[in-house]
Structures are given as structure tokens and as C-alpha cells.
């Protein structure tokens, strides 16, 4: 208990409760999962459509994906594929694409995920080495 005074002059007691802190945890905790990284879903039926520059700058979850790096400095697009060859090569064509529209290498990364995966995840998260920084500090 703190003991004090308030703006008119009377005696107030403040009572601490122990689990205020685990409340501001928690809701720390909740706000930051709030803020987890951005992503997409690229489904294989999308990517199987014949593909050209002009397709594959217009495909929704490419743009939407692309717009969010952009837009976010320190960032980059992770190309999470399934964790099989063919998801392999079809990560490596996508990222061929999208460094010829424009799209800097360095932002770009792949990443295996599930080997039973069907779809191309589409992450924008902090570049590792910003992430490193963070944590060093």
C-alpha cells in the first residue's frame, strides 16, 4: 500500500494488486501477436494459370504481398514453399518474377515450410538482421 495525497490536499491510499503485472503482460503479450508478421496464401490453382509480367504483377495476393514490403522499410518477403523439389522450384520462379518487376533480391527470401503443404506462403516480416539488432540491444 502507498500512501499520498490528492490534488485537494486528503489523505488517499493506493492499493497494489499482485496480479496488476501479470495483467500488463498479458495484454502486452496479446498486442504483439496482434502485430504478428503479415501474410498471404498463393494457392497452386492460382500459380498454375499461364504466367506473364503483366499476371503475375496483377495476381492478388502477389500485389497485396509486394505493396506491404514496399511500404515497410527493413522488411522483407519471405517465400515459405512446401518443403518438397517442387516447392522449391516453384518459390525460385517466383522470385525470379518478382526481381524482374522490380522487386530488390536482397528483400527477398525462401524458406521451406510443411512437406504437405499445397500453397506458397507470402510473409512480410523485419529483415534477420534488423532482427539481431533488436535482440543485441
Not at 46 to 52: D, N
Not at 55 to 82: F, G, I, N, Y
Request: glycine share 6%.
Amino acid at each position: 500500500m502507498e500512501h499520498g495525497t490528492g490534488k485537494d490536499g486528503s489523505q488517499i491510499t493506493v492499493r497494489r494488486r499482485p496480479g496488476a503485472a501479470v495483467v500488463v503482460a498479458a495484454s502486452l503479450l496479446i498486442m504483439s501477436a496482434a502485430q504478428a508478421a503479415p501474410s498471404w496464401t498463393l494457392l497452386a490453382e492460382t500459380w498454375a494459370m499461364p504466367r506473364s509480367g503483366a499476371t503475375v504483377a496483377t495476381m492478388a495476393p502477389l500485389s497485396e504481398a509486394v505493396q506491404a514490403l514496399l511500404t515497410a522499410a527493413d522488411t522483407q518477403l519471405v517465400l515459405r514453399h512446401p518443403a518438397r523439389e517442387e516447392g522449391l522450384l516453384w518459390a525460385e520462379e517466383l522470385r525470379g518474377w518478382l526481381i524482374a518487376l522490380g522487386v530488390p533480391s536482397a528483400r527477398l527470401a525462401l524458406e521451406a515450410g510443411d512437406a504437405t503443404a499445397e500453397n506458397l506462403q507470402l510473409v512480410v516480416r523485419r529483415n534477420q538482421d534488423e532482427q539481431e539488432t533488436q535482440r543485441k540491444k
